[in-house]
Structures are given as C-alpha cells and as structure tokens.
C-alpha cells in the first residue's frame, strides 16, 4: 500500500491540475518524509534516484517523459524567492542540477550532448509546488537552434536576446561551469538590474552553447503578454531533440 501510495503523490506532483487542486507539498514530502529517511538509514532512497545528503539535494525522476528528472532541496527552500535560495552559504543548485545531467543519458542508455540539455526553474507565477525543483530535461529543438544562431551575440554580461524563446522576451549570459561552481545561479541573476529584489518575478534557464561555454536565461512575468516566467516552456519533455525511437518509456522511479 505505501508503494501505491508513493506513486499516487508522484503521479500528482506530475499532473498540474492535481498539484493546484490542493497538493502544493507533494514534492516536499516525497523527499523530506521518504527520500531521506530512507537514505538516513542506508537502503536505497526510492522513490528518489540519489540523495545527496552533505550537499542536500536530492534527484528525483519525474513521470513526465522519458528522461526528465528533478533536482530538490532536502531542506525546506520554497523557490527562486525565498531567501534560503539566495544566501551566501546555500548550495550552489544550478550547479550540481548540471553535474547530475548525466542522469539522462544513463536512462537513455546513449550519450546526449549537453547543447539538448536544459535545466529550468519556474518562477512562483508559474509553477504547482511550493518546493524548490529545477528540471532536469531536453530542450526544445527550436529554442536550440535559435540559441545557436544567436550565440555570436550573446556575451559574459546580461543582455535582452534579440529574438524570443518560446514565444517570451529572455536576458542571456554566457557563463561557465567555473563560473556556476563560484558564484550561485541566484546571485548571477541579482547582477542584472534589479533582479535581486525582485527574484519572485524571474524564471532562469540554463544549457550549452558550445563545448566551452553555457548560457544562463532568465525571463520576467509579463502577464499582458501572458508570461508567468515558467521557464520549463523551453524544455521537450518527449525529448523531440533527440532520436525518439531510442528513448525509454516514462516510468516511475518507485519500488
């Protein structure tokens, strides 16, 4: 029954209309009341893929699509806004959510290169859990390709990118895996205007350029043009980007 029961939360965290009915804390109590003890007591740390407990993370595979996983704080850290998020000693998440990406291409079962990679951290205008998970997932082949015509333009600094992502107005920042080992993703975003006052109207993004560098996105709720800055909008959660008849079928990570 506790199987089943496990795989009814997940299933919920997995359909938005359940979340938003009334289970805001699913996620948070999947890692906090199962994940951890688990880990805790030395057996594996289902339904969660690893718990990272020195740095307090941990991974879970997401029922949407075939390769999409979640990285989620083990402690109590509700999004891109909350404090925690942003303070001088917190994990560096963006970082170890892209040191996990290998999670992908070992349930793939083939190399994915890091360009059909994004990692996505919706702002609290566009997200169902009062958790803080970044997405783990592929992007979508459009955005990489226009991220790729685009990569001459886009510098060390932020800037407004010239054409839209899904629909929406981004800021770019080429950024490297040094650089998010350094300094966090949250206070990279604070450098830009006044985004460190305002981080509950931001979604950031982050994937490949190229094999030397990354691009840190970020968008800012625009509700007249109906932008709730859920950067999970760039993300093809059937992976389209890659080969689909290789991919896995979705499948819970449970008992």
Not at 88 to 106: K, N, Y
Not at 164 to 186: D, K, P
Not at 209 to 219: N, P
């Amino acid at each position: 029954m506790m199987g089943r029961a496990i795989m009814l939360l997940i299933a919920t965290v997995c359909s938005p209309g359940l979340a938003q009915a009334g289970t805001p804390d699913a996620l948070w109590h999947i890692v906090h009341d199962r994940c951890v003890p688990h880990a805790e007591q030395g057996k594996q740390p289902t339904p969660c893929t690893k718990v990272d407990r020195q740095t307090g993370y941990a991974l879970l595979k997401d029922l949407v699509g075939p390769l999409q996983y979640l990285l989620i704080p083990t402690s109590r850290i509700e999004g891109i806004e909350s404090p925690a998020f942003s303070a001088p000693d917190a994990p560096h998440f963006f970082a170890r959510a892209w040191q996990s990406r290998q999670v992908m291409a070992q349930r793939y079962d083939q190399p994915i290169s890091d360009d059909a990679i994004l990692l996505a951290l919706n702002s609290p205008h566009g997200r169902s859990q009062n958790q803080l998970h970044i997405h783990i997932s592929c992007v979508k082949p459009a955005v990489r390709q226009r991220l790729q015509r685009m990569a001459p333009q886009i510098s060390a600094h932020w800037q407004r990118l010239p054409d839209e992502l899904a629909g929406h107005r981004y800021i770019a920042r080429r950024v490297s895996s040094a650089l998010l080992e350094q300094t966090s993703a949250a206070h990279l975003l604070a450098e830009h205007a006044d985004a460190g006052q305002h981080m509950a109207d931001y979604g950031l993004a982050l994937t490949a350029l190229d094999a030397q560098s990354l691009v840190l996105l970020a968008t800012h709720v625009n509700r007249e043009r109906g932008n709730v800055a859920s950067t999970e909008e760039l993300e093809s959660h059937d992976c389209a980007v890659l080969d689909p008849h290789a991919a896995h079928e979705s499948a819970p990570s449970t008992p």
